[in-house]
């Protein structure tokens, strides 16, 4: 499966692209449009326009049967969302990609969530999966869920991860690691507060209480911190997650109908980088701004994927995932 995504050299677009969120990815557009309240004819016109600029992975998805979903199924969108640890020094995604995305071998998924929007378009539900988790890979065995992307690109990252909910993921979103510093950047950094001093040995990193605007490498820095965290990965997520509040929030706050040159530089920054499935089309993103006009940030909620333990298999330390626990989450979640 994996020789299908040597091949692919990623689209070369003359328009400068658009921007979806960073980790709510596909949903950026939709919910920045949505907040600004624009009027029919604008969010019409904005989708197309900048719809049309997006970058799109093509055959993102598994051949072959797949789990229909919840019976419970509240009419809601599940999008599957992944930032990849490149180690390309060019852009592998959005329109600003120079480098093939899925060389083999050469990335894994750093960051992994699902995100449901509810059927009535009034919730986010985001739920992280740790990348240690230790799941059966379709083909592979068992390993480490963040070398599905690395053996098989989307497809067997999005089979592993319905194969784990035992749900349908509708959509698919990445961002590579230079678009998230450079998405920091465009917003001229975001604010986190770091709880507790900590240092980080793998990046030699000392972290001060108190409350910090980062930057592209010291954002990337901070939420991809494990080290000198009490529980490790899972205090990471947290980072992230934390990170990405502040981050929508930064986008939020620079976008505007009374600043349209700032409006414009920050579509920009982030279509050139974030790469969609192919499914996604430019109605599906229509659809989602003319539903998501009443969503705020606060009914955005953030989860984890319940562990059970920690285990080391073959030298390396996992996370042994609770699955029948996570189902009946997620399964929920999609029941509304």
């Avoid at 678009?179 to 990046?203: I, K, M, P, Q, W």
């Amino acid at each position: 499966m994996a020789t299908r995504w040597t091949q692919w050299e990623p689209r070369r677009r003359t328009h400068r692209r658009h921007r979806l969120l960073r980790v709510l990815l596909v949903l950026g557009l939709a919910t920045v449009l949505a907040v600004l309240g624009l009027g029919a004819g604008a969010v019409w016109w904005g989708t197309d326009h900048y719809g049309d600029q997006v970058a799109r992975i093509p055959d993102a998805f598994p051949s072959g049967p797949r789990p229909p979903g919840s019976t419970a199924h509240d009419g809601g969108t599940t999008f599957l969302l992944a930032g990849v640890d490149s180690r390309s020094e060019r852009p592998t995604t959005g329109s600003a990609a120079t480098a093939r995305l899925w060389t083999y071998g050469a990335q894994r998924s750093d960051t992994l969530m699902l995100v449901r929007l509810s059927g009535d378009r009034r919730a986010v539900h985001v739920m992280s999966i740790p990348r240690d988790s230790w799941v059966p890979i379709p083909g592979h065995g068992s390993a480490k869920i963040n070398a599905a992307f690395s053996w098989g690109g989307p497809p067997l990252m999005i089979q592993t991860v319905e194969r784990l909910t035992g749900s349908r993921v509708d959509h698919f979103a990445v961002i590579d690691w230079n678009g998230f510093r450079a998405l920091t950047d465009a917003v001229g950094g975001v604010t986190v507060t770091v709880h507790e001093n900590s240092y980080d040995s793998a990046r030699h990193r000392h972290w001060t209480a108190g409350t910090h605007v980062l930057h592209g490498a010291d954002a990337l820095a901070y939420v991809g911190q494990r080290h000198g965290l009490p529980r490790g990965d899972l205090d990471r997520i947290e980072h992230q997650q934390q990170f990405l509040r502040g981050l929508v929030g930064e986008i939020r706050g620079r976008v505007g109908l009374t600043d349209p040159l700032g409006t414009a530089r920050m579509l920009d920054a982030i279509t050139r980088t974030v790469s969609v499935d192919d499914r996604m089309s430019n109605g599906d993103l229509r659809d989602l701004v003319f539903g998501l006009r009443h969503l705020d940030a606060a009914d955005a909620h953030f989860s984890t994927a319940p562990v059970a333990g920690s285990r080391t298999i073959g030298g390396q330390s996992a996370l042994i995932l609770d699955r029948e626990r996570l189902r009946a989450r997620w399964h929920a979640v999609e029941a509304g």
